[in-house]
């Protein structure tokens, strides 16, 4: 049997060369591809630094809109700090920025009144977080209805909750609002988790089955501000009979 041997090649300096740069290109090339596949984003990073300086702009965009007499930005003190802004002369307010929630009112609703702790509200409300590198307008991490869908009351379905089932920001909100009212509500890390992540922030965790055309789930960070589009439909004393309504399966 013949053995078959492949051709090799003398040494050859020019061919070497050449062979050297080919295989520098190739491999150059690999990591340009690899570099351009690399979709990794790190989403959090420098979070509590960057919520803390998205505060201090949007408390003092509150405060610069409402020296200039627009009546449509509020800035509300937490409801469990209320008792210690206190105006006379024997005391002195305590309160920091982070003691308040920012408000930017959508619309002004025909209410004159606002609910109690222990009544029951139906509202509408959409959250998110501050902006970061893949979620321009802020990650959604729960609503009350398809927000891929129009705004519409007339289709939107609300829900019934009592305001003290919520967090100190979105409480606040809803003791301070009237019928019909729809705030965007900013609400500082201190007044929603803090350093903590809940348990539970699931987009479903409503009982709510909406599409989304984002399909990543992180949750809440820890040291994130949270925004809330909220519309209160309406509220009942308790003991009145509440139109039937879903309830949320847990509250974040």
């Not at 301070?176 to 988790?193: F, S, T």
């Amino acid at each position: 049997m013949k053995t078959i041997r492949k051709y090799i090649p003398a040494h050859n300096p020019s061919v070497v060369k050449t062979l050297a740069a080919m295989l520098i290109l190739a491999a150059a090339m690999i990591t340009v591809s690899c570099s351009e596949n690399d979709d990794t984003v790190n989403e959090w990073e420098n979070w509590q630094e960057k919520n803390d300086t998205y505060w201090t702009n949007i408390y003092q965009q509150a405060q610069q809109k409402i020296a200039a007499g627009d009546t449509t930005w509020k800035i509300i003190p937490c409801w469990t700090m209320t008792g210690q802004n206190a105006t006379d002369s024997t005391r002195i307010p305590t309160l920091d920025p982070t003691d308040y929630i920012v408000v930017h009112v959508e619309n002004k609703g025909e209410g004159t009144t606002s609910p109690l702790y222990t009544d029951s509200v139906r509202i509408h409300y959409l959250g998110r977080m501050i902006p970061s590198p893949t979620f321009s307008s802020g990650y959604v991490f729960d609503a009350s209805y398809d927000y891929d869908e129009p705004y519409n009351l007339l289709t939107m379905r609300p829900y019934t909750a009592s305001p003290n089932a919520f967090i100190e920001g979105f409480t606040t909100a809803l003791l301070n609002m009237h019928k019909g009212d729809r705030w965007q509500v900013y609400i500082p890390y201190a007044l929603a988790y803090g350093s903590s992540t809940p348990t539970s922030s699931s987009s479903s965790s409503n009982g709510v089955t909406y599409s989304s055309s984002t399909s990543t789930t992180y949750g809440i960070q820890p040291y994130s501000n949270l925004i809330f589009d909220i519309t209160l439909v309406d509220f009942y004393k308790p003991g009145e009979k509440v139109p039937v309504a879903y309830s949320k399966k847990s509250a974040w």
